[in-house]
C-alpha cells in the first residue's frame, strides 16, 4: 500500500507592516525649562512619510494655573496618537504638577493594559515617548518605555537615532545651559541624525515648556536659521582642527585661518539675522497678524513665539 503524502504546512500569513515611526527624539532639562524635540520621517515597511511626531498642549498659560505639555513618540504610530492624546484629556483638567504627573503615567498603564488584554501580551504594539510637563509649581521631564514611566533629571533620547544623540548630549549638555541652548542643542542633534542615521530625516520639530514666559513650538524659520548656522560651523570646525593640531603650522598661518572662519561665520550670522527679519516682517503668518492687529506685526521673542503681556493681547 502507497503512504499518503503529507498534507504541506499551510503558509503563516504575514502581518501588514506596522507603521514604525524609526525616528529621533529627545529631552532636555535647562536652568529654565524643558526642550524635546523629533524629526518628521515616518517608515512603514519600504515607504516613508513625513509625519509630525511632536505634539504641544497648552491650558491658561497666563492664569493663576498655567499648564503646558510637549510629546514626543516613536515606535507604534496608532498609539502613540492615543496615547498623547488620552494623557491630555485626564491632565488638561487638573493643576497641580504632581497630579499632573501621576494621572499621565496611570493613563499609560491603563492603556496598555487594556490593549494587552486585547492583543496578548505578546503581540501588543508598543512605543517610546518623551514628555515634558510645566506647572505652576515647575517643571519635570519624563520617559515612557510602553507601560514604565520614569523621571529623567537632565536628558533623555531614544528612537533609531538614540547613539547619536547620546555621544553628542555627552559633550555638549550641561545642567546649567539655558534653554536656548537646549534648542541649539537639540536642532544639532536632530541635524547629524538626519544626516547619518538611516531612518531619520524630514524637518526638525522642537518644542520648549518656558518656566517663565510663552512656551510652545519653536518657529521653523528660527530652526532652519539656526541648523543652517551649526551645519557651516561643523565643517569649518573640521577643517580647523586638523590645522590647529598641525604642529608644522606657523603660528601667523594659523591666525589667518582662524580669522577667516570667524568672518564667515559672522557674515553668515547676519544673513541668518536678515532672514529672521524678513519672515516676521513679510511672511504668511506676519501678513495675516498685520490684517488681525490692525497694520502691525506681532512682537516676537528669540525664539519666534508672539509676545503676549496679558490674556486680553488677542493677535
Known amino acids: 500500500m502507497t503512504p499518503k503524502p503529507y498534507p504541506s504546512p499551510q503558509p503563516k500569513p504575514e502581518r501588514l507592516p506596522e507603521r514604525k515611526a524609526v525616528t529621533i527624539i529627545a529631552g532636555f532639562r535647562s536652568e529654565n525649562g524643558i526642550v524635546v524635540c523629533a524629526d518628521t520621517q515616518e517608515t512603514s515597511g519600504p515607504s516613508k512619510r513625513t509625519v509630525p ?22 515606535g507604534y504610530g ?3 496618537d492615543k496615547l498623547t492624546a488620552e494623557c491630555w484629556k485626564a491632565a488638561e483638567p487638573l493643576g497641580c504638577l504632581d497630579d499632573v504627573c501621576e494621572i499621565i503615567e496611570k493613563t499609560i498603564k491603563k492603556l496598555y493594559k487594556e490593549y494587552r488584554s486585547i492583543y496578548g501580551a505578546s503581540e501588543c504594539p508598543t512605543a517610546e515617548l518623551i514628555y515634558g510637563v510645566k506647572a505652576k509649581e515647575g517643571n519635570k521631564l519624563f520617559s515612557a518605555n510602553g507601560p514604565i514611566v520614569n523621571e529623567k533629571p537632565e536628558y533623555y533620547s531614544t528612537g533609531v537615532g538614540y547613539y547619536m544623540a547620546d555621544f553628542l548630549a555627552s559633550r555638549m549638555y550641561r545642567p546649567y545651559l539655558r534653554l ?32 517663565d514666559g510663552e512656551s510652545g513650538l519653536v518657529d521653523a524659520t528660527r530652526i532652519e536659521a539656526i541648523t543652517e548656522m551649526l551645519k557651516l560651523f561643523d565643517a569649518g570646525c573640521g577643517e580647523i582642527s586638523l590645522k590647529v593640531a598641525d604642529l608644522d603650522l606657523d603660528e601667523e598661518s594659523l591666525a589667518k585661518e582662524l580669522n577667516d572662519l570667524s568672518e564667515l561665520l559672522k557674515h553668515y550670522r547676519e544673513l541668518q539675522r536678515n532672514e529672521i527679519k524678513k519672515h516676521d516682517e513679510f511672511g504668511l503668518a506676519a501678513m495675516f497678524a498685520r490684517i488681525a492687529g ?11 513665539m508672539i509676545v503676549r503681556n496679558k490674556p486680553s493681547d488677542e493677535i
Not at 544639532?188 to 544626516?195: C, D, G, H, R, S
Not at 547619518?196 to 524630514?202: L, Q
Open 180 to 211: 536656548h541652548q537646549c534648542v541649539i542643542l537639540a536642532a544639532y542633534i536632530l541635524f547629524q541624525a538626519k544626516e547619518h542615521v538611516d531612518g531619520c530625516g524630514g524637518d526638525s520639530h522642537i518644542a520648549v515648556l518656558r518656566d
Open 53 to 74: 511626531k511632536l505634539r504641544f498642549e497648552a491650558r491658561g498659560m497666563w492664569t493663576d494655573a498655567p499648564l503646558a505639555i510637549a510629546f514626543c513618540g516613536s
Open 294 to 304: 490692525g497694520g502691525k506685526p506681532p512682537i516676537r521673542d528669540s525664539l519666534g
Open 78 to 80: 496608532p498609539l502613540i
